[in-house]
């Protein structure tokens, strides 16, 4: 199959795409079936699987995500990114545009590029509802059944032992899984859209190709390595050769991409989440090979606090801030660091300045109003705390330390009540009820003590004898 040129594959490419979101009756389960079985194909990926949920990489890869989708025509349901902290080389998209990155595959990317062409090729198989139509055709065994399949041939059983163990879901399921796994037609369609929003994003599409060729190159490792990515997008050789011919057509396309943000991304990945021994030597070398670089300063930095070593990590943070000194996230880090380091004043005014300069990192926040309560000023931290919980209400460290503070001020209502919250959020039911019943017998608060009395009510329907 030849790749068209650019005006003609844009053209039949989104006449495509608007036609498919229509469902067909028989060919395709509905929007709303979709969306049911992504619910339960989320249940069994949230079970077995650790997310990073850290605001400078989930923001980043959500807003590189939502850049590729808005050079779609409108789509019936809204799409979501995350990273999944696995070392294995994978990415999938679950029906009704949930798109799901490896932590693995994320450290091997070397800029934007890649990872916008892995991305791109995942949105196009949601676009193009290709798990959804198979679906339709193996309802039989159930929409529950079905989902842990899905969820098992995305996450890739024949890259992942624990997976294979924790999905499999008897014979009748397991009979299906062929069936539900992408065909060729299926990666060559998906590489098609999914360049054609790449040009319209404003990439060239040569990323994909070459995370494919790092991909494909890993095979010769042994089975072992060969990354779970290849095992649920097949024909890899022909979609580089087709990739290829289309970049060929297209020279003239030039991305215009700040690498900043994509760097920055990488090295707290690797810093932070990827293995210490590998983090600690990548970052020592680049420091001494390139000391004027702020990134390197920066991950060196978070390596060197997480291997326990605060002070020699607050100077390499400091370094980092000379070229950047407006820089929300090293700023972040920094007071954290302080924080954790006892230097609360430093902390507090390092912190002050992050908030300054965003109000979208959760973690500012809370450790700002940590700060303030350990330099007593517990007014000001139960202000900074309720601040928090109205714009992130599923951040659970902020309602205890705000039940903390209360309790400092003698606020024991309010304590008992917010510690309430907190105990009732992490499925503590039995110290839920402990608190927020204390808090119903001190709560003068009409409001709060309607919010109470339902939550009491709806902690005693879960509860189960002992």
């Known amino acids: 199959m030849q790749f068209v040129r650019k005006s003609l594959l844009l053209c039949t490419v989104f006449i495509f795409i608007a036609n498919i979101l229509v469902p067909k009756g028989a060919l395709c389960i509905t929007i709303q079936e979709e969306e049911e079985m992504s619910r339960e194909v989320m249940k069994v990926i949230i079970k077995h699987y650790e997310f990073i949920n850290d605001p400078l990489i989930v923001n980043y890869i959500n807003q590189m995500g939502q850049k590729i989708v808005s050079a779609l025509p409108p789509q019936p349901f809204d799409y979501h990114f995350y990273v999944i902290k696995n070392d294995e080389y994978n990415a999938f998209a679950t029906p009704a545009g949930h798109v799901f990155v490896n932590s693995g595959l994320l450290e091997a990317m070397e800029n934007e590029e890649e990872l916008a062409g892995i991305l791109s090729h995942e949105i196009a198989h949601v676009v193009c509802r290709h798990i959804s139509q198979k679906i339709d055709r193996a309802q039989k065994i159930g929409i529950a059944t079905l989902a842990g399949v899905a969820a098992g041939i995305l996450l890739g059983i024949g890259g992942s032992a624990a997976a ?196 979208n990192d959760p973690e500012v926040f809370f450790y700002l109003g940590r700060a303030q309560m350990e330099l007593g000023r517990l007014h000001e931290a139960a202000v900074t705390f309720e601040e928090l919980i109205e714009k992130n209400y599923d951040y659970p460290r902020a309602f205890y330390s705000l039940g903390e503070t209360y309790g400092k001020l003698g606020r024991l209502d309010e304590a008992h009540y917010w510690l309430g919250v907190y105990y009732k959020k992490k499925d503590d039911f039995k110290n839920a009820a402990f608190h927020l019943k204390r808090a119903l017998e001190l709560m003068g608060d009409s409001d709060k003590r309607e919010k109470i009395e339902k939550m009491l009510k709806e902690i005693h329907g879960k509860k189960r004898p002992s």
């Open 164 to 359: 294979a163990n924790a999905l499999t879901m008897g014979s009748a399921a397991a009979g299906q899984s062929v069936e539900l796994s992408y065909s060729r037609e299926d990666e060559f369609q998906a590489d098609q859209i999914g360049l054609a929003c790449l040009t319209k994003a404003g990439y060239n599409g040569e990323g994909l190709l070459s995370m494919l060729k790092k991909l494909w190159s890993r095979r010769w490792f042994g089975p072992a390595q060969i990354p779970t990515y290849l095992s649920t997008h097949p024909a890899t050789e022909e979609r580089m050769a087709n990739i290829d011919t289309w970049l060929e057509q297209n020279k003239k396309i030039e991305a215009h991409i700040d690498a900043y943000n994509f760097s920055r991304v990488h090295a707290r990945l690797v810093a932070v989440y990827g293995d210490k021994g590998f983090a600690l030597r990548k970052f020592e070398a680049e420091v001494k090979n390139h000391p004027e670089d702020p990134l390197a300063q920066y991950g060196y930095g978070l390596i060197l606090a997480r291997t326990g070593d605060r002070k020699d990590a607050i100077d390499h943070l400091k370094k980092a801030l000379v070229k950047n000194a407006f820089d929300p996230y090293m700023l972040k880090d920094l007071g954290q660091i302080y924080f954790l380091d006892g230097r609360y004043q430093e902390a507090l005014n390092t912190l002050e300045s992050a908030a300054s300069v965003s109000s």
